[in-house]
């Protein structure tokens, strides 16, 4: 970061200086006082952008350049110093200038809150020291670092861009040229036209487009990929993801936030950065060649010249247009936000449904879950209804403004023209010139639809990054969780709440101490399990503190394991990469679990959730813990699906081959007062609080 601030510093300093030689130096044909001046306003820009957003960095930057190259060709040819086809080939003295605007406009609009929102999602890739990414070859070593690559993609962009309005600039003289020749009946220059001019800017015409493609492309595709991982990853670190529904920012459906509104986002920026700025600096080009032709415009039919009169009209065409545009257009950005939030509904239900299919299958739930599918996709039709009345409306506006566009200029120029005013190369350049203004304009009004879906990309994926923001600082709220215990998970004046702040479990002083096996008790909805989401540091909600023990491992068993999609070595691997374990150890664990039919299918892809029967799943977690061997265990209800001599064999199995492991269940069985040495009850304590308390061990039965 600092290397590329300084880096504008250097720039600015350099800036100054040229404008300074510019204005200065003797022997130099001046350039126009102007050009020197904004030399020294585009210095004041580049030192003003030092705290700008890494993203719009790039294009002040890219700006400063332009106006060096664009200034100082202009001077070489002026010194003679270019070959003439060269210098011949050069935009005019207002391009530099030009570029210096563009640069103010970037820098000023770096203030606006939507330019914001999207900078803040932005650009934590232009300013990432991530090594480049080994998934995508394209442009792999444009650069030391992603954020680099990043950055030098988005300025090759816009200068791919530029170059491409600099060549819609040649071609309208050459239209000017070409058609004078006809009128002249002048053969040669004609065919010079032709085959000179022509055939080497159509050539080039090609190859930019083919380039633009690779290099945009590229750009999204690692930006994509960065911001993907970059994604997922926050989501699913220190329990984000779990904590996220508690908090009061609206974030649903994040697998759709990850999946398609980053995609979207990014194709978005690039279009609308890159674009819109490379039609900005062709709409203000071909409006100078506009006021140049109608400089002393005589208003048809009368004798009033109106200087630049093509020019106020083709920008009070603009504004109309896209005022009109902006009142016809404005309700779908808010239509687009909820097409997205429906679509995802609806297809979050279907996959709710395929997951838990034999659950529906059993209790004969089709009906009821077909009339909620029928009215989440309701909400899918309703929205979309709306949404087409609106295109339609939008569409009625942006084709007739179209057509009229057409032979606008034509109507206006053409008195000229038959009054023998001007040629029919300068009638052709003007409706040319025209038509490229409107085609910048159009460029402008369409983006419409796309700026809708784009704010509403932009809500959402903000609106996510700032609710992980809320889930990782929760993580750390009220409750305390360290590990600076002897040897015991110890609790001090812990009190648990529900998210509506209702308290249920209260703790002064509990202690569970290393070895053994311990049996939590105590009526279903005391907060047991809440217990156990505290010391395992997931639960948000409370005061005090928790501690365990330093660099001992735990793992904690609900009573409805999680099983992976994949192999089944897999699946008892889980939390582990499957290539922790050896096959042979895996085989092991699923014996002792009691499952020595599974031990020879590790290779096996299936749902498992779904093939295997509650007890089984829950036999595969304790094989889990016997290949894991934690320090901890702790089972929540994790037998409770087992008969109660296999259930009884499970735990003999895990003492004996755990011996290093301290055991903490919880579960409603007398039963399973026998597996365990002490036992914690949870007891009313008046007001819906629970308090965990050591109590005695019934002597055993026998
Ligand atoms: N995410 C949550 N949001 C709101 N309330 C919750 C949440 N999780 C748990 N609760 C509530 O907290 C209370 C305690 O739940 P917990 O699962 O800890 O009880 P338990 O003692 O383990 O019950 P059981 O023996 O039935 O499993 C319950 O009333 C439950 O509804």
Known sequence: MAAFKSRLG?????????????????????????????????????????????????????????????????????????????????????AATGSVVFGGIVLAISYWAPIRDITLIADPYFASHDAPSREIGMFRRFGRTEGQIGRNLVALSIFVNFADVALTLR???????????????????????????????????????????????????????????NLYERWLGQGTHYRIPFVDEHADNPDQRIQSDVNNFIAQTT??????????????????????????FVLPFTDTVIPGFLVWLVIAYAVVGTWLTHLIGKPLIGLDYRQEQVEADFRFALARNRIYSEQIALLRGERAETSRLATLFHAIVDNYVGIIFRRIKLIAFTFSY???????????????????????????????????VQNSLNFFINSYTILAAYKANTIRLGSFKRAMTKAEAL?????????????????????????????????????????????????SGSGKSTLFRAIAGIWPFGKGRVDVPAGQSALVLPQRPYLPLGTLRGAVAYPHTVDTFSDEAIREALRAAQLPQLADQLDAVDTW????????????????????????????????????????????????????????????????LKHHDRRVEMKPVGEGRFEPRMSSMPAPAE
């Open 10 to 94: 250097i720039q600015a300093v350099l800036t100054a200086l040229f404008a300074l030689l510019l204005l200065a130096m003797p022997g130099i044909p001046s350039p126009p006082l102007y050009v020197s001046l904004a030399g020294f306003a585009m210095a004041g820009i580049l030192i003003a952008s030092k705290n700008l957003s890494a993203y719009l960095k790039i294009f002040v930057s890219v700006y400063g350049i332009g106006y060096l190259v664009l200034a100082g060709a202009k001077t070489l040819a002026a010194m003679g110093a270019l070959p003439a086809i060269v210098a011949a080939l050069l935009p005019p003295d207002f």
């Open 171 to 229: 071609f309208n003289f050459f239209y000017r040229d070409m058609y004078n020749a006809l009128q002249e009946f002048d053969a040669a220059a004609f065919w010079y036209q032709l085959g000179y001019i022509f055939v080497p800017l159509a050539i080039l015409n090609v190859v930019i487009g083919m380039f633009d493609i690779y290099v945009d492309s590229g750009l999204q595709l690692r930006w994509r990929t960065w911001l993907t991982h």
């Open 271 to 296: 279009t609308l950065s890159t674009r819109l700025l490379s039609q900005a600096a062709q709409l203000v080009s071909f409006i100078v060649i506009l006021w140049t032709l109608s400089r002393d």
């Open 402 to 436: 179209r057509q009229a566009s057409a032979i606008f200029p034509l109507v206006i120029a053409a008195p000229s023209f038959f009054a023998k005013k001007i040629t029919l190369g300068a009638l052709q350049q003007t409706s040319n010139a025209f038509s490229n």
């Open 475 to 523: 993580a750390g709220a009220g409750l305390a969780n360290g590990n600076d215990t002897a040897g015991s998970v110890t609790a001090r004046d812990l009190a648990l709440a529900l998210p509506d702040g209702r308290e249920i479990v209260r703790a002064g002083a509990l202690d569970l101490p290393k070895g053994g096996a311990t049996l939590l008790t105590g009526p």
């Open 609 to 672: 959730d779904r093939r295997l029967s509650g007890g089984e799943q829950q036999r595969l977690a304790i094989a889990r813990a016997i290949l894991a061997k934690p320090d901890w265990l702790f089972l929540d209800e994790s037998t409770a699906a087992l008969d109660e001599e296999t259930e009884a064999t499970i735990y003999r199995t895990l003492r004996e081959s755990l011996p290093g492991t301290t055991i903490v269940s919880i579960g409603h069985r007398s039963t399973l």
